[in-house]
């Protein structure tokens, strides 16, 4: 019966994606808001859920290591084989603002995370604390990046939307009805995050079976299962042309899972962390520099960039493994 849930799962997580993307991009268009701006937000939102669920869920149990976890492998997993699988899907062309703006941004939460995790270098004892005044911060600096985001799209929607753009949107409007697009997007959300937790638990399940440590588990398939939704949708997106908003997706899904998911787990329960996540941690940073340098290269990504992303997502894989 496990093998039947998960593939239900998968099939939730798939049509989930489909109808998820198709609405978010209908509404972008009604609005006259950039893909890119959806993907930052509500796409971005809605693919960290799962995330946000586990690891609310492990900060009540007082495990802090996999709430970090959690949120520093899916963020690996998101710039390494996501983004690399939907790069080879189709090359993404970055706009000048999320090169400039919206991975700098990542970088620098990243950066606070880190900071946050290594409080014993500056003179703490054993491991580190994510207060719960630390979260509150972390939540601020949520709120102030999607006033910008949000500010600067308004401003840009008012400077560029010209009478073409108005008819198309009153001709999407035509289309779809806002109860229909509204309706779609909210059983599409649902079903990425029922798929999601249909195939983290089921594939967790089997792996026990199998005779996988309760370590390795949550090293590989908690992460790659909470992270699922962001690769279905991204490589939805890639195929369906709405390549901004796969870019969209990763970024802001990696920005909402440091600052959303860590902040809201912090603020219910303060996290004790050790030291074992912070290479984990040095290489998002790395990783997330390197996309960075990628993205200003012309700014476009190439297939040749994503099956590099790809084989370091692999090597990292294999690691992670041999440490156990």
């Not at 340098?293 to 690691?319: K, M, Q």
């Amino acid at each position: 019966m496990t093998y039947v849930w998960l593939v239900v799962g998968f099939v939730l997580l798939i049509k989930g994606a489909d109808w998820f993307v198709d609405s978010a991009s209908t509404i972008a268009k009604k609005l006259s808001i950039s893909p890119i701006i959806i993907g930052l937000t509500i796409i971005a939102f809605g693919t960290s859920a799962p995330e946000a669920v586990v690891s609310i869920i492990a900060a009540l149990e007082g495990n802090g290591d996999m709430v970090a976890g959690n949120v520093v492998g899916s963020n690996i997993i998101n710039i390494t084989l996501v983004l690399g699988l939907t790069v080879v899907v189709a090359p993404i062309v970055v706009e000048k603002e999320v090169a400039n703006r919206d991975i700098i941004f990542a970088l620098g939460a990243s950066v606070l995370m880190l900071l946050l995790i290594s409080e014993r270098w500056f003179g703490a004892e054993g491991g580190s604390v994510i207060s719960r005044l630390d979260g509150v911060i972390i939540l601020g600096g949520l709120l102030f990046y999607m006033f910008y985001i949000f500010k600067k799209a308004k401003r840009a929607k008012s400077i560029t939307m010209d009478d073409a753009a108005k008819a198309d949107s009153t001709e999407e409007g035509q289309k779809f009805g806002w109860a229909r697009l509204i309706v779609v997007l909210i059983i599409g959300l649902v079903g990425i995050v029922l798929g999601g937790e249909l195939v983290v638990s089921s594939a967790t399940e089997i792996a026990v079976a199998l005779g996988m440590s309760q370590a390795l588990v949550g090293l590989t398939i908690i992460a790659l299962g909470t992270s699922l939704p962001e690769l279905v949708t991204s490589v939805m997106a890639a195929f369906k042309g709405e390549t901004e908003m796969a870019m969209g997706n990763l970024i802001g899904s990696n920005i909402f899972n440091i600052l959303l998911v860590t902040g809201l787990a912090s603020s219910i329960m303060p996290l004790d962390v050790t030291g074992v996540i912070v290479f984990d941690i040095i290489l998002m940073i790395l990783i997330t520099v390197m996309l960075f340098i990628f993205a200003r290269t012309g700014y476009r990504l190439r297939r040749t960039e994503g099956i590099v992303l790809v084989a370091i997502y692999l090597v990292y894989f294999v690691y992670i493994i041999l440490r156990g």
